[in-house]
């Protein structure tokens, strides 16, 4: 044998050399490391995914715990209370308080979730009222009372909210079922009698927007399950009020982590068990879906092994030389991108420009004819110098930074057409300061704000409204504050969804203003919204203090 192996040539001892010493070694490491892989990642995923399922438990509790304070508020409120008042004689007082109860409890049903109410002592008072046959929620007097119904357990629960499964309200000829949540109601006129029961249906659905957000491998179920293993929401598409099968060895294990292995179809179980809610979150994902891949992979591995290290030294030398030539190449890409962005922001500047001045001349002309039709020349050539202020402001010569002054000019102008044309009687503060006002700034960008201003806050106020354009530097920046006292509530969510984008369909004119101030000047800088104290709006527009000259 050895003396066999002498006789090799270079080549032929070199290859052996490289079996032996390289390829074997390296393919049973790889072997025996898989194996260990496997093993500890079904370990770990298993841990993993208790940790999630406890997350998750907590967050579905959490939702369960906000609809016991919403039950809780209804159950308080006047309308529910005054139900329990001696019933009038007079049935329209009786259908008064009824309606007053329906309103509030359709107001508060959104989506799937329904809130309902059941008085069965008090049915004869309101033979009116339609039964829970006919209204997905409302106000109902029929229901079953009997020992073991859905009424009786909330009765016997003393004020405890109780999630359990009953048949959906409303029209339901096939009996669909919905997790409901369910607490007596007391009247507060008599602590020691309960008075009804309110329940709030739709449960799986509000929590299943939380289970979908929990995300497991393909062929993963999640499911929450009650003391007796009963469904009451699932991402699997499993019916609500189904029962699920546990395996036996889940029986008895309320939290924690179980394998099932049956050959090719072994599943991973996580449970756990609330103490609060005394529900179980339960997630169940097939082994194959964490290792089932990895021993194909590994049998591929095996035999690429040996072709890789075959081309392994050729291809490292070749992309070796590929990697010199391709920082060069990308040394130019970065420098012809540098040029190219710079190019783009120049056209989206004055493609953003260019999209404002149209809509404002168009319905400046549009005031100037309907003045010129019903009043003489003099008012007519009053609203005419304005609009040439703004076309001649507007223009700049082709600049797009100018003069904060000159700016001012551009909405002084703007106000006054305003003025005349809607015959405006609101009150006008300026706060400039001189220092400010040779300072550059993106020109027609305070226009925007102050028509916002106008038409969202003070335009039908007449004398009481009034209408605040400062303008101060400090330190290196320029700030410039245009408030209103607008008697409307200010949306301050929507209005910062516009500036960032998220609401593409609104606000176009702040939205332009917010970007060509960032294009010019950077993301540093800006306009913001906040609500004033007196009442009304503050909008904020930040630029650096620059010069010409700079």
């Known amino acids: 044998m050895i003396r066999s192996i002498r006789q090799w040539n270079m080549t032929q001892k070199l290859i052996a050399f490289f079996v032996l010493l390289i390829v074997f070694p390296v393919l049973l ?6 194996a260990r892989v496997a093993s500890i990642t079904e370990q770990q995923m298993g841990d993993t995914l208790f940790q999630l399922v406890k997350t998750g438990h907590l967050t579905l509790d959490r939702d369960i715990t906000a609809a016991g304070g919403v039950t809780e508020r209804l159950m308080l409120m006047t309308e529910t209370q005054r139900m329990f008042d001696p019933p009038s004689e007079i049935e329209y007082y009786r259908l008064q308080q009824y309606l007053a109860l329906d309103k509030v409890l359709s107001e508060s049903s959104k989506h799937a979730v329904g809130y309902s109410v059941f008085f069965p002592e008090l049915a004869e008072y309101y033979p009116f009222a339609p039964p829970s046959g006919v209204k997905p929620n409302g106000v109902f007097f029929d229901c079953d009372t009997s020992p073991g119904s859905w ?9 405890a909210g109780l999630i359990l499964t009953m048949d959906k309200l409303g029209d339901n000829p096939e009996r669909e079922q919905t997790a409901a949540y369910v607490r007596r109601i007391n009247n507060l006129l008599n602590n020691d009698k309960p008075a009804g029961v309110l329940v709030m249906t739709g449960l799986e ?3 299943q927007n939380d289970l979908e957000s929990l995300k497991l491998p393909d062929d993963g179920q999640i499911v929450l399950l009650d003391p007796n293993n009963v469904v009451l929401s699932s991402n699997a598409g499993l019916k609500t009020a189904s029962v699920f099968e546990l395996p036996p060895a889940l029986a008895e294990l309320p939290t924690g982590v179980h394998i099932e292995k049956h050959g090719k179809d072994s599943w991973l179980f996580a449970i756990h068990t609330s103490a609060d809610s005394r529900t179980k979150l339960l997630f169940k994902i097939p082994i194959r879906s964490i290792i089932g891949e990895h021993e194909d992979m590994r049998q591929l591995v095996n035999s690429l092994m040996i072709v890789y290290f075959g081309v392994l030294l050729i291809a490292s030398l070749y992309f070796f030389r590929r990697f010199i030539e391709m920082t060069k190449r990308l040394n ?11 190019k783009h922001k120049e056209a989206e500047l004055s493609t953003l420009h260019s999209q404002i001045n149209p809509h404002l001349l168009y319905n400046t002309l549009e005031s100037i004819m309907w003045r010129n039709t019903i009043e003489g020349n003099e008012e007519s050539a009053s609203m005419i110098r304005d609009l040439s202020q703004l076309m001649r402001i507007g223009l700049s010569r082709g600049k797009t930074l100018i003069a904060i002054a000159e700016e001012l000019k551009h909405v002084e102008a703007y106000l006054r057409l305003q003025l005349k044309r809607n015959h ?19 020109k027609v ?9 106008i038409l969202h806050g003070i335009r039908k106020m007449d004398r009481d409204g009034e209408l605040w354009i400062s303008v101060h530097t400090a330190e290196d920046r320029v700030l410039i504050h245009i408030e209103d006292n607008g008697y409307k509530p200010v949306d301050l969510n929507r209005l910062h969804e516009i500036l960032s984008e998220t609401r593409p369909e609104e606000g176009y004119g702040i939205r332009n203003v917010n970007k060509r101030i960032k294009l010019h000047f950077g993301d540093a800088y800006g306009i913001r919204f906040e609500s004033r104290p007196e009442g009304g709006l503050r909008v904020t527009l930040t630029i650096p203090a620059v010069r010409e000259k700079d």
Not at 424 to 442: G, K, N, T, V
Not at 445 to 453: G, H, K, T, Y
């Open 29 to 34: 490491a790889y072997w025996i490391v898989s």
């Open 151 to 159: 009424f009786r357990q909330a009765v016997d629960a003393k004020g």
């Open 205 to 207: 659905q509000l929590l």
């Open 332 to 342: 130019r890409a970065t420098i012809d991108n540098y040029h190219l962005e710079l």
């Open 424 to 442: 405006y009687s609101f009150r006008i503060h300026w706060q400039i300061e001189e220092a400010s006002r040779d300072l550059l700034i993106p």
């Open 445 to 453: 960008v305070l226009q925007p704000l102050v028509e916002n201003a």
